[in-house]
């Protein structure tokens, strides 16, 4: 795993790798005590965050567990073979991360509204709001203040005719009325 590792420590590696290949869990148990430390650094190294480097580690030794019989010492050593599969996780992830955030941020920058569009929708609020005005000012006053209680003030039609001394069948006609006076005279507006 380092420049400095023994022979001898290179041989229990390869063949704790074969053993790993056949199952053996004691030896996928000492293979990562001999290894974690190595890397999990350079993982800590690549990613620059702990958390992201503990999963890169975990994935790194799943794959070891799942492909210990793809290990071949005539192509190089068991810690070479080991640092390359970290190596080759934690850059995938730093690459992963980076382009998630790129993601993110294209879509914010094209789903944030912008300074026309925030203009656009002003003034299409107050072309709205001067219609159901003009459209408000066509009802009769007593059709007009019921609907006023009712949908801007908030109240129910029972606390509407309390409001104004009337009975509730009076209220619910007012309101009915004027809102179909109302949404026709909307209609009238968007056709033409």
């Not at 210990?68 to 850059?91: K, M, N, Y």
């Not at 007012?174 to 009238?188: A, F, Q, S, T, Y």
Request: net charge neutral; aromatic share 6%; glycine share 6%.
């Amino acid at each position: 795993m380092n420049p400095t590792a023994t022979n001898g420590e290179g041989a229990e590696l390869a063949r704790l790798l074969r053993q790993v290949a056949t199952g053996d869990q004691a030896a996928f148990a000492r293979l990562y005590d001999l290894t974690c430390a190595r890397v999990y650094g350079l993982a800590v190294r690549v990613c620059r965050d702990r958390a992201v480097a503990e999963d890169v580690l975990q994935e790194t030794y799943l794959q070891v567990w799942r492909a210990a019989d793809a290990f071949c010492p005539e192509q190089g050593s068991a810690s070479s073979w080991l640092l390359t599969i970290a190596h080759r996780r934690a850059v995938d992830r730093v690459r992963s991360e980076v382009a998630a955030r790129r993601r993110e941020q294209e879509y914010s920058d094209e789903n944030t509204p912008t300074a026309a569009s925030d203009t656009v929708d002003l003034v299409v609020s107050r072309e709205e709001g001067d219609a159901v005005r003009n459209c408000l000012a066509k009802l009769t006053d007593a059709q007009r203040e019921s609907i006023a209680l009712a949908y801007f003030g908030g109240l129910s039609y029972p606390e509407v005719a309390q409001r104004l001394r009337l009975g509730l069948p009076a209220v619910k006609s007012r309101i009915r009325d004027g809102m179909r006076k109302l949404r026709e005279c909307m209609e009238v507006r968007n056709d033409a």
